[in-house]
T-cell receptor
Framework: AQTVTQSQPEMSVQEAETVTLSCTYD???????LFWYKQPPSRQMILVIR??????QNATENRFSVNFQKAAKSFSLKISDSQLGDTAMYFCAFMEYGNKLVFGAGTILRVKS | ETGVTQSPTHLIKTRGQQVTLRCSSQSGHNTVSWYQQALGQGPQFIFQ???????GRGNFPPRFSGLQFPNYSSELNVNALELDDSALYLC???????????????FGPGTRLTVL
């Protein structure tokens, strides 16, 4: 069974600084997809970024980028120029083609002014 | 474009009762997945519906059941409620095209269920 591990329960960062959230996963598959979702206190889960395992290039979305290391099964999220609105629970998630997302336990990120 | 919506927002039930949660998928999406999120944990996959049939199921007992309607909306039904069923229930919709690409799931705001 696939598993996703987020080893940092909580992180803090000063506004405008950069922070990296860690994620590792375990799978025997070669084709799969990785996601970072953000869940603010309002609780709606919001997609941050997506990475296809067959793509060597790391995905980027504005201030958000990933460092995807397929051999190491590592998928970290870098947030640049952190903003107060980035305060949320961040979940790393794995999906093979088809149906279910497997989530990690989450990392609480607090951005301080 | 209308996003994923869920109703009700909050629900309080007593042990042994039955509950129905509803989800309307995002415009253009044909697949609905349901997740249970206990407090302080990541969501756990319950099941997915595509073409009005169950298309994959997580480790949940048969008292968790669902439906998908021709307009792609979906219901989650839970019978014989237990205290441990208290959680946030998230619905996610996606567009399954039958190709090789997996489709991103977009989530609704969730229904908070409390079982007393």
């Amino acid at each position: 069974a696939q598993t996703v591990t987020q080893s940092q329960p909580e992180m803090s960062v000063q506004e405008a600084e950069t922070v990296t959230l860690s994620c590792t996963y375990d799978t025997s598959e070669n084709n799969y997809y990785l996601f970072w979702y953000k869940q603010p206190p309002s609780r709606q889960m919001i997609l941050v970024i997506r990475q296809e395992a067959y793509k060597q290039q790391n995905a980027t979305e504005n201030r958000f980028s990933v460092n995807f290391q397929k051999a190491a099964k590592s998928f970290s999220l870098k947030i640049s120029d952190s903003q107060l609105g980035d305060t949320a629970m961040y979940f790393c998630a794995f999906m093979e083609y088809g149906n279910k997302l497997v989530f990690g336990a989450g990392t609480i990120l607090r951005v301080k002014s | 474009e209308t996003g994923v919506t869920q109703s009700p927002t909050h629900l309080i039930k007593t042990r042994g009762q039955q509950v129905t949660l509803r989800c309307s998928s995002q415009s253009g999406h044909n697949t609905v997945s349901w997740y249970q999120q206990a407090l302080g944990q990541g969501p756990q996959f319950i099941f997915q519906y595509y073409r009005e049939e169950e298309n994959g199921r997580g480790n949940f007992p048969p008292r968790f059941s669902g439906l998908q309607f021709p307009n792609y909306s979906s219901e989650l039904n839970v019978n014989a409620l237990e205290l441990d069923d208290s959680a946030l229930y998230l619905c996610a919709s996606s567009r399954t095209s039958g190709g090789a690409e997996a489709d991103t799931q977009y989530f609704g705001p969730g229904t908070r269920l409390t079982v007393l």
